[in-house]
Nanobody, 122 residues
């Protein structure tokens, strides 16, 4: 059974930073895409960032480019999302998701974590 467990969420003031972690159990990062999605209150879930384990390519949605950095430690089966210059509009539940044999993330990823809440105060 695959489990993705997120951690690192919390309350931070605007302009602050947080680092989210996603540990995968039962899923190896070989030839896979691992990403972060988020869902703000009353809004649809949106894709935030993705990393391809095969070539290390990273992808970001426009609103977080230059502020968020995704990285992975394949030996630890862990993906990180470093979030800097946080804004109140970044407030959301952040979910880690993974899928095998793909290079990019998509909305129907096979495996999902339960999420970690990020709250950014003004």
């Amino acid at each position: 059974e695959v489990q993705l467990v997120e951690s690192g969420g919390g309350l931070v003031q605007a302009g602050g930073s947080l680092r989210l972690s996603c540990v995968a159990d039962g899923f190896t990062f070989d030839d896979a895409a691992i990403g972060w999605f988020r869902q703000a209150p009353g809004k649809a879930r949106e894709w935030v960032s993705c990393i391809s384990s095969s070539d290390g390519r990273t992808y970001y949605t426009t609103s977080v480019k230059g502020r968020f950095t995704i990285s992975s430690d394949n030996a630890k089966n862990t993906v990180y999302l470093q979030m800097n210059s946080l804004k109140p509009e970044d407030t959301a539940v952040y979910y880690c998701a993974a899928d095998a044999k793909v290079d990019v993330c998509h909305s129907l990823m096979n495996y999902w974590g339960k999420g970690t809440l990020v709250t950014v105060s003004a």
